[in-house]
């Protein structure tokens, strides 16, 4: 399985970008997806996930309201739409894919990451 993640740029505070995450290599729609994100000499932290029906949707704190994850299980691809972008947002997202685990998912699979960098 590989994941691709685009997207990331440059953006001023109040913007907006649109994250995509392509998974191939195995049935996409076995898989949850999620998105997490690290910001220099920070721990990794999670971002958002949406389940293999792209029914049930998943957000931190921090996105709850500015972000929006959807996937299109016809393109085998992920979305991430963020929204209100300001600087502590800035990070490396990265996207994850992992079968159901539990009430969560185990993420097996990692993308390769894509900056976000927001100026006030």
């Known amino acids: 399985v590989q994941l691709q993640a685009s997207g990331g740029g440059a953006v001023q505070a109040g913007g907006s970008l649109r994250l995509s995450c392509v998974v191939s290599?195995?049935?996409?729609?076995?898989?949850?997806v999620g998105w997490f994100r690290q910001a220099p000499g920070k721990w990794r932290e999670f971002v958002a996930v949406?389940?293999?029906?792209?029914?049930?949707?998943s957000y931190a704190e921090f996105a709850k309201g500015r972000f929006a994850i959807s996937r299109d299980n016809a393109e085998s691809t992920v979305y991430l739409q963020m929204n209100s972008l300001q600087p502590e947002d800035t990070a490396v997202y990265y996207c994850?894919?992992?079968?159901?685990?539990?009430?969560?998912?185990?993420?097996?699979?990692w993308g390769q990451g894509t900056l976000v960098t927001v100026s006030s």
């Open positions: 949406v389940s293999t029906s792209g029914e049930i949707t």
């Open positions: 994850a894919a992992g079968k159901p685990f539990g009430s969560d998912y185990a993420y097996d699979y």
């Open positions: 290599g195995r049935s996409f729609r076995q898989f949850g």
